[in-house]
């Protein structure tokens, strides 16, 4: 048996992209590598994409309690609390969101349970579910999909939605006071 060769090299483009190429035994391919950063939190250390970060609730996980984000976050699993961010919240298709959300745009592919507050854009794609009030600058709703609630959807209602986040920042770090007492609210 030959052992198989191979050769392999990083191209960074003008763009600040990398790309990687391989050749193992004369099959030659290439594949995205984004920018990473290494962050150091006390004594651990971990790699994170530099230019697209994404907050993840996994497909497998239930998750309770409050997340913030600045960026993206995206829902693949079970969550119950509250959600708070000033970026796109994404709920996937066979995701369930119990909560009351304030984000900059939400997408929603799977369920949400609780009020919605966008800035921007609430979209309800075809397997989307809203049980629960929106309030956005825009709305938009795809054939399948299912809203259950009250609407307000226009200009003043983006602005009503963004001020009501401004007085209600993602805060990170330690949480004023406590949730005790508010699981009984849904």
């Known amino acids: ?4 060769s191979s050769r392999a090299a990083t191209v960074r483009t003008s763009q ?13 391919g290439f594949f995205y590598i984004p920018p990473a950063r290494l962050v150091r939190a006390g004594q651990t250390e971990y790699w994170t994409m530099a230019d697209s970060e994404t907050t993840v609730v996994g497909s497998d ?8 984000f600045e960026r993206t976050a995206k829902i693949n699993g079970k969550f119950d609390g509250t ?11 066979n995701a369930l969101c119990k909560a009351d959300v304030q984000a900059g745009a939400v997408a929603v592919d799977g369920r949400v349970e ?3 507050q ?10 989307g579910v809203v049980k629960g009030d929106i309030t956005a600058a ?3 709703m795809s054939e399948g999909a299912s809203f259950y609630g009250m609407c307000a959807v226009g200009p003043e209602a983006g602005q009503q939605a963004s001020q009501s986040a401004r007085m209600n920042p993602p805060q990170g ?14």
């Open 61 to 68: 996980s239930h998750f309770k309690g409050e997340l913030t």
């Open 173 to 186: 770090g330690e949480k004023g006071g406590d949730n005790k007492g508010e699981s009984g609210k849904k």
């Open 16 to 28: 600040g992209l990398h790309w990687t190429g391989f050749a193992v035994d004369g099959a030659a």
């Open 114 to 116: 609780g009020n919605v």
């Open 1 to 4: 048996m030959n052992a198989a």
């Open 118 to 127: 966008a800035g921007d854009t609430v979209r309800l794609n075809g397997s």
């Open 138 to 140: 825009k709305m938009v």
């Open 83 to 93: 959600i708070q961010g000033k970026g796109e919240l994404q709920v996937s298709q």
